[in-house]
C-alpha cells in the first residue's frame, strides 16, 4: 500500500517561473516530512523537511506547505533554474520526530526546467 | 570527506543465486538503512542497522538479511534470488537514530542488481 503518493510523474516549467510539487499521504501517523533530489547516477540527497506542527518552512528558494486536515503537501521552487532538473521523492517518517529512522517514499516527479 | 559509498556499481545476478551487497556510511557515521527502489517506484525501507544489530525492519521477506561491522560499515545480502529482486539498492547512513530536522539521512549512489 503506498502511503506516500506522489501523482504527477512529470512536471516541465520554463525557467524563472515557479515548480509547484504535489504530495499526497494516508497514513495519520506520519510526524516530520521530507523532500529529497536525485540526480541521475546519484544518490537521494536531501532538500528541506517540515514538521507535522507546522504549515510551512522556507529555504532560499525552495519552500515546504503542509496541509495536515487534507494530509497534503507541496513543495514550490521559485524561481525554477535549468540545474533543478531532476527526480523529487517527497518523504514522510512516523518515527516520533525523528528523521533518521525508516523513511516512507512517493514514487517521485521528474522535474525539467527548460530555458 | 567521502560521502555514502556502496559496491559494485551494477551486478547481474541468474534466479536462485545469492548476492552481497555493500556500503560505508558517511565519515562520523554510525547508522545504516538500506532500500529498494524497484523501476518507476520510490525507494522502499528494507532494514536498518545500530550498533551491529537490526533496528527496525519493513515489510521484506527473510531472503533479504544484513549485517554491519563494527567499523558500521554495512552489507545486504539476498539470498533466492528472484526477478523482481532487480532494482536499485540504496544505502542510506546517519549519526545516530533520534535526530531532529537539523540532521538527516545521507545516501549512497546505489547497487544496479539485474536478476535474468
Known amino acids: 500500500d503506498q502511503q506516500v503518493k506522489q501523482n504527477s510523474p512529470s512536471l516541465s516549467v520554463q525557467e524563472g517561473r515557479i515548480s509547484i510539487l504535489n504530495c499526497d499521504y494516508t497514513n495519520s501517523m506520519f510526524d516530520y516530512f521530507l523532500w529529497y533530489k536525485k540526480y541521475p547516477a546519484e544518490g537521494p540527497t536531501f532538500l528541506i523537511s517540515i514538521s507535522s506542527i507546522k504549515d510551512k518552512n522556507e529555504d532560499g528558494r525552495f519552500t515546504v506547505f503542509l496541509n495536515k486536515s487534507a494530509k497534503h503537501l507541496s513543495l514550490h521552487i521559485v524561481p525554477s533554474q535549468p540545474g533543478d532538473s531532476a527526480v523529487y521523492f517527497c518523504?514522510?517518517?512516523?518515527?516520533?520526530?525523528?528523521?533518521?529512522?525508516?523513511?516512507?517514499f512517493g514514487r517521485g516527479t521528474q522535474l525539467t526546467v527548460w530555458p | 570527506d567521502a560521502g555514502v559509498t556502496q559496491s559494485p556499481t551494477h551486478l547481474i545476478k541468474t534466479r536462485g543465486q545469492q548476492v552481497t551487497l555493500r556500503c560505508s556510511p558517511k565519515s562520523g557515521h554510525d547508522t545504516v538503512s538500506w532500500y529498494q527502489q524497484a523501476l518507476g517506484q520510490g525507494p522502499q525501507f528494507i532494514f536498518q542497522?545500530?550498533?551491529?544489530?537490526?533496528?527496525q525492519r519493513g515489510n521484506f521477506p527473510d531472503r533479504f538479511s544484513g549485517h554491519q561491522f563494527p567499523n558500521y560499515s554495512s552489507e545486504l545480502n539476498v539470498n533466492a534470488l528472484l526477478l523482481g529482486d532487480s532494482a536499485l539498492y540504496l544505502c542510506a547512513s546517519s549519526f545516530g537514530t533520534s535526530g531532529w530536522d537539523t540532521d538527516t539521512q545521507y545516501f549512497g549512489p546505489g547497487t544496479r542488481l539485474t536478476v535474468l
Open positions: 542497522y545500530y550498533e551491529e544489530e537490526e533496528r
Open positions: 518523504a514522510a517518517s512516523a518515527d516520533r520526530g525523528s528523521t533518521l529512522g525508516r523513511l516512507y
